[in-house]
């Protein structure tokens, strides 16, 4: 397993990625993965993130959760949880069920947040930067520029 530069990005990843990452191998979130365990990115996930994917996986792609298993154990990142305040302090920007996302990648001082969610984090990723200098974006759009 590869160790990250000092100017590698911190990413944190939300569940539509971790999900997407599980289900389908040929899948940009897959790369995103790979980028981590090259060292490329440092990622960040938070234990609602986990529990999140997981239970989708569970109802939705059962068949997908061994795989998700297998990878969540050599997966090389850090975990950030935030506490209610900042939860509820995100909360006034964002959707209260990705408000705990946006938190955590605040409490880990990350800048960039990866996910597929277009209906409440892409379409207001102009607020939460100019809120909490955070830029949510695809994986296709992390990768393209690392």
Not at 15 to 41: E, H, M, N, T, W
Not at 52 to 59: A, G, I, P, S, W
Not at 94 to 111: E, F, L, S, Y
Request: glycine fraction near 2%.
């Amino acid at each position: 397993m590869a160790t990250s530069t000092p100017t590698a990005p911190r990413v944190f990843l939300d569940s539509s990625v971790l999900f997407a990452a599980a289900y389908s191998a040929k899948a940009s979130a897959r790369d995103l993965l790979l980028a981590a365990i090259q060292g490329r990115i440092v990622l960040v996930l938070s234990s609602y993130v986990i529990n999140e994917t997981e239970r989708n996986l569970l109802r939705r792609a059962p068949h997908a959760h061994p795989g998700f298993l297998r990878f969540r154990k050599d997966l090389p990142y850090q975990l950030s949880d935030p506490p209610d305040a900042l939860v509820a302090d995100t909360a006034r920007i964002v959707v209260g069920k990705d408000a705990p996302i946006i938190a955590a990648a605040r409490r880990a001082q990350t800048t960039l947040v990866a996910t597929y969610d277009r209906k409440d984090l892409l379409s207001k990723r102009q607020e939460i930067l100019a809120a909490f200098g955070v830029t949510v974006a695809t994986p296709e759009e992390i990768l393209a520029n690392l």
